[in-house]
């Protein structure tokens, strides 16, 4: 006869359970990476016995979807915001380079190995550069797009790449030897919007 384990909930399964299992799925995979997400690490997470895992979700690949589809919704809501925010492209850097980026990289790499969770992200990934590519040309500086060779398309993936590498670099402690680097930032995105730092046009 088996014996529960102290603090993991059995019987009969609530609704809550199945939102339990997706918050703990994202905390097992931003603290540990994609290969500690397994039924096991996850139940533990979420105090519930591992069993309850397969009773709302079909199986591990099932449930890693539906935890990048809640936060991918999330975050395109968010996108969708961004229009009516006095400076869009300062918002969309903060919101890029939020640590919670880093459940983006674990799901990205997760990607390479699964392929329902790699149409999810492809998926995503086009109705969120949709989404920012026209924000861009709306909030970009016209006069300075009319002259520049770069697109919106490459101001999206550039924004992209480095808000993923300073995600990465701060999590190594190397962004200590770049003290000036977040005004450069600063800078570059008060070019994009066609200001200086100080808030004078350029």
Known sequence: ???????RRMGRPDATV??????????VLARDGYPAVTSRNVGREAGVDQK?????????????VATFRRRSEAFLAELGRLASIESPIRALWALSSHRSGRLVIEFMAMATRNEALRDEVAAYSMRANEIIETLLATALDPVWLERSPVSPALINFAIASLARNLILEGELGLLESSPDLTQQIEACLGMLEGRWT????I
């Open 1 to 7: 006869m088996g014996v529960d384990m102290p603090g």
């Open 18 to 27: 199945r939102f339990d299992l997706l918050d703990a799925t994202e905390r």
């Open 52 to 64: 309850l895992v397969f009773y709302y979700f079909k199986n591990m690949e099932e449930l890693v």
């Open 198 to 201: 100080d808030g004078t046009p």
